[in-house]
């Protein structure tokens, strides 16, 4: 499953960024990277871009990008 | 000597309050990640010689955006005597991962744990001393805003030999293995650099740009080459791998040195946000806000004020200044001088300081709430459209402010063709300067719809903008920039900080005023009052010469006169002198009607309604056109953006003219 498809609230763990390199680092850089524990909170009005909660702050980001990371159940 | 120290930390940790709060003076606070945009010094109050720069907010040295990049070569090259971490006692886990790398770096440090009220409140307790040990530096606990914990950090930056940490963050075997390998060929090629070694083989592994670039000029080529077959032979996942290990180093950390009280399981931002953000109603909430804030500067609170202000400085202080200068028996052109030309111009500028600095409250209000950055997420999907993200929305915002500032905010955004295209079209959102010359216009002609008009051209600004960005982007080579937007928790906005930001606004446009203003004022009166016959009726001055060469350009939207002209030119200086020329060209301060009655006379009302338009769009003021070649660094573009303006000003005036005859 990919992050884009995670309904609000659930929790789940990344598996994979298969993001471009820039783009993967940054977000890692925000602590968002395989083994991390991410839940989706809540989605901007069009359903785009989504607010994510990920080591204990809230960060919002494209489903552009939702969709190249990977996740699977806790 | 001057000891450097140098502050760091994320967006939004709350480095400008810190920076206000050692150095005395009065940098602006948003609650948006990416208010500093460039680097600020100041020397520290109550210490000798010692110099405070505020370095741009970054969640860590990878060097991708332009503020990042700052940041990093900034510590790397000037060598700071101390780095002064500030961080979110609320958001360790994430603000650590910062700390790690400066701490790796091995440069003396001191960190500031700030927001410890926000943390306590949602039942987190921190053990300082632990934290400090395990860090190897000092910790000092602080709430920066209400200026708590000065005092200590004082004292720590007062001693003469600060702390480096030994902090080595252990990372996987393979990875240490190739660390020591680059330790050994980085010592054989002596880098002139007070960083750890071990930091910049790290730095090195995970491909740091700024790191790249310092080692490719200073190292032999052929030890490059056996750099770069260590970091090959790791393979792609290194610069996870890293990554990981800081951050399990944090966890590990944050596990010795935090207990959980109890947990919030809502906390008042997460509702808050299910309103601001919430699907139907997030749209229309936001929409509500910007509407109250014209309701509020233009018809509720405003305009009133400014009204008032008016028939003071119109009458009881005009004839006070004639009379004082009669008295003291001062010849008649200078009393004419001084009441028709210094008063008159300087005056009718500074009425709409009320105006002004309530729409800067607003704005202030906003920000500091943390309202901007659940703006730009609103519109990010808008942004997109035009090929922006929503982060470049709070540029724009800004711009409604003064757009030099707008300018130099698209420096927050990552990719650079989004930053060229935001800074473009920044000149289009209407900005409180030009303020003054709608407010001056729909209160002589608009009597019955004034909030309605101004709403107008201020919509008009933004669909320029959006049909400018769409146009330009298609020049311009793209490389798509990624959005992402922390949200800052809620905070009730301090009362104080919030009338420091507006006076520290408004007091630009009183200086203004006393300087360029003044000084236009005089010229001007100058102009109009001689000719090369010496003292001549105003329509036989220079002034009208000037004037009259490019009115006809004017002819086809109504206004082709010498006064419309002469006001336009000077109009590019800065926009509110447009109704200083105004208020000595027509003679405000000699005759008995008010300027706005006496343009009635000059103007027809869709003759005003173009003129304003052409206000709104025509080349920005020179201040904002200097600052649009220092941060797009092209004459081309720049020079572009004069031209387009202006002839974009000429074609939305000339349409607006010929519909608006036709209606009235």
């Keep these: 499953m990919v992050l884009s498809e995670c309904r609000i609230g659930e929790k789940a763990r990344v598996t994979a960024l298969l993001l471009g390199e820039s783009r993967r680092k940054r977000i890692m850089d925000l602590g968002l990277m395989p083994g991390t524990e991410v839940q989706v909170v809540r989605k901007a009005p069009l359903g785009d871009p989504i607010v994510v909660q990920v080591r204990g702050y809230q960060v919002s980001f494209r489903m552009s990008e939702a969709r190249y990371i990977e996740i699977s159940d806790l | ?664």
């Design chain 2, 1 to 664: 000597m001057v000891q450097t120290i140098a502050l760091a930390g994320n967006p939004n940790a709350g480095k400008t309050s810190l920076f206000n709060l050692l150095t005395g003076t009065r940098q602006y606070v948003g609650n948006w990640p990416g208010v500093t945009v460039e680097k600020k010094e100041g020397w520290v109050k109550g210490l000798s010689s010692r110099m405070l720069i505020d370095l741009p907010g970054v969640y860590s040295l990878s060097a991708q955006s332009l503020e990042e990049k700052v940041a990093i070569s900034y510590l790397l090259q000037e060598s700071p005597h101390v780095i002064l971490n500030i961080v979110d006692a609320s958001n360790l886990e994430r603000n650590l991962y910062l700390s790690v790398q400066l701490l790796e770096m091995g440069l003396p440090s001191i960190v500031a744990l700030n927001m410890m009220d926000v943390a306590v409140s949602r039942g987190l307790q921190i053990d300082e001393k632990k934290l400090a040990q395990k860090l190897g530096v000092p910790v000092i606990p602080m709430i920066a805003r209400k200026g708590k914990g000065r005092q200590q950090l004082l004292e720590w930056l007062e001693k003469e030999e600060p702390t480096c940490s030994r902090l080595i963050v252990p990372y996987p075997e393979q990875v240490e293995r190739a660390i020591n390998e680059l330790i050994v060929l980085l010592d054989s090629a002596k880098l002139n650099l007070k960083a750890s070694v071990r930091w910049i083989a790290t730095m090195w592994l995970e491909r740091n740009e700024t790191i790249e670039q310092v080692i490719r000029q200073n190292v032999d080529p052929s030890v490059i080459e056996r750099m770069e077959l260590v970091r090959q032979r790791l393979g792609d996942t290194v610069d996870h791998q890293i990554r990981n290990a800081r951050y399990t180093w944090i966890e590990t950390l944050l596990r010795e040195v935090t207990t959980q009280r109890r947990t919030v399981e809502r906390t008042w931002s997460d509702r808050i946000d299910s309103l601001i953000l919430h699907r139907y109603l997030g749209i229309p909430i936001f929409l509500l806000f910007m509407f109250m804030i014209f309701q509020i500067t233009f018809s509720w609170i405003g305009t009133s004020l400014s009204d008032q202000l008016d028939t003071f400085i119109s009458g009881p202080v005009t004839d006070w200044l004639h009379n004082a200068l009669m008295k003291m028996g001062s010849p008649d052109w200078f009393t004419q001088l001084m009441t028709d030309g210094v008063l008159a111009g300087v005056g009718a500028v500074l009425v709409f300081i009320p105006q002004i600095a309530i729409l800067f409250l607003c704005l202030s209000f906003l920000e500091d709430s943390g309202y901007m950055a659940r703006a730009a997420i609103l519109m990010d999907r808008f942004m997109q459209a035009i090929g922006l993200n929503g982060k470049a929305f709070i540029p724009l915002i800004l711009g409604f402010g003064c757009n030099v500032p707008a300018i130099m905010a698209t420096r927050t955004l990552e990719d650079h063709k989004g930053r060229m295209v935001t800074a473009l079209i920044s000149p289009f959102m209407s900005c409180s300067a030009r303020l003054s010359v709608y407010s001056l216009f729909v209160s002589s002609f608009f009597n019955r719809g004034k909030a309605e008009v101004v709403f107008l051209l201020y919509v008009t600004g933004i669909i320029m903008a959006i049909l400018t960005a769409y146009l330009f982007k298609k020049f311009l080579k793209a490389d798509e920039g990624m959005f992402v937007m922390e949200l800052p928790p809620y905070r009730a906005p301090m009362i104080k900080s919030l009338f420091l930001h507006t006076w520290d606004k408004a007091k630009g446009f009183v200086r203004k005023a006393g300087t360029i203003i003044f000084g236009m004022s005089v010229l001007i009166w100058f102009l109009g009052n001689f000719s090369f016959h010496g003292v001549t009726p105003m329509n036989e001055s220079f002034l009208a010469t000037i004037g009259g060469l490019i009115a006809p350009l004017f002819a086809p939207m109504g206004f082709a006169t010498w006064q419309a002209g002469v006001s336009l030119i000077t109009g590019f200086l800065a926009k509110e002198v447009v109704v200083s020329t105004m208020s000595i060209v027509y003679g405000a301060g000699d005759t008995d009607g008010s300027l706005g009655a006496l343009l009635q006379g000059a103007f027809t009302p869709a003759a005003a309604l173009s003129f304003l338009f052409f206000v709104l769009l025509y080349t920005p003021c020179v201040s904002t056109v200097a600052t649009l070649k220092r941060e797009t660094g092209s004459w081309k573009w720049t020079l572009i953006s004069v031209l387009y303006s202006f002839s974009l000003a000429w074609i939305i005036s000339f349409f607006v003219y010929q519909v608006a005859r036709w209606m009235f």
